[in-house]
């Protein structure tokens, strides 16, 4: 295998231009639906590639319950600087998981707590708080999703701008974008260098609503200013009890898209164009990253296999 077990470690690094050129050429379902899906493959590739490395690791320590023959030099001759790359992927993949799993707690306990604060309201879709600060929601649950928003925030809209709030939030809980959201918070934990993936999902989840919503209401400028005011408003609010499901994202970017011509929709493009160029190369990249943990997987379970004594 040589240096290329290492390259699901490494190829996370093109998600760099990949998410600046999705964000910004793709429509914001296409470019949410590829950057997520890029994000999960390299993450769990980048995973194996450490399970992998663990593996070489654990078994040359003392006392170790794997068999024998995984120490032997042939296994350690497939992974170039096995005694270091192997020992260190041991805590790099033990913190994988710890900060995989606290991650998957903060976020199912936050929903608990969010849904028990609504506990006695009338289960409706839209549940209306009356709260001096301002703001507003999507709160996910299945089939208990729900639009949460306070009065203080539906008191400084408009008609027009009140419905431009609830289709945006309607236009999260239909796409299920908490679980784009998820998956990329999970790929950045995975491997750091899938950072730039998570807050491009962020902001591509926030304008498939906002294109959503203005649909739905027939006025972009509404959304528009709909947007600008709740976020004028929020940054007045004291720490919010649920902020991480009122994060509003990047909203001058979102108003300036909102106030241009809507996005064409989706369709195939030429690898010789930008648009085309981002897509491409994301599907390239989650490739190539595939292949090369499958190759590194497959190689050294060969090699383990007719290590292991019978």
Known sequence: MGVFVFLPLVLPLTAWPVARLAAQRLHPRTATRLLTGVAAVMAVCSTLCLGLLMVVGTAQLPGNPLPDGWSDPEVRAAVPEDEIAGKAAIPALLAVVVVGARTLWRHFALRRRAHAALAGLPPTQVAVLPDAQPYAYALPGGARGRVVVSTALLDGLSGAERRAVFAHERAHLAARHHRHLLTVRLAARANPFLRPLSSAVAYTAERWADEDAATRVGDRKVVARAIGKVALAGGALREPA?????????????????????????????????????????????????????????????????ATPL
């Open 242 to 306: 649920f902020a991480a499901l009122a994060a509003p994202g990047p909203v001058p970017r979102r108003v300036m898209a909102l106030l241009a011509p809507p996005p064409a929709a989706p369709v195939r493009r030429a690898v010789f164009t930008t648009v085309g160029l981002s897509v491409w190369t994301a599907g390239a990249g989650a490739a190539l990253s595939a292949l090369a943990s499958a190759n590194s997987a497959f190689t050294l379970a060969l090699t383990l296999h007719a």
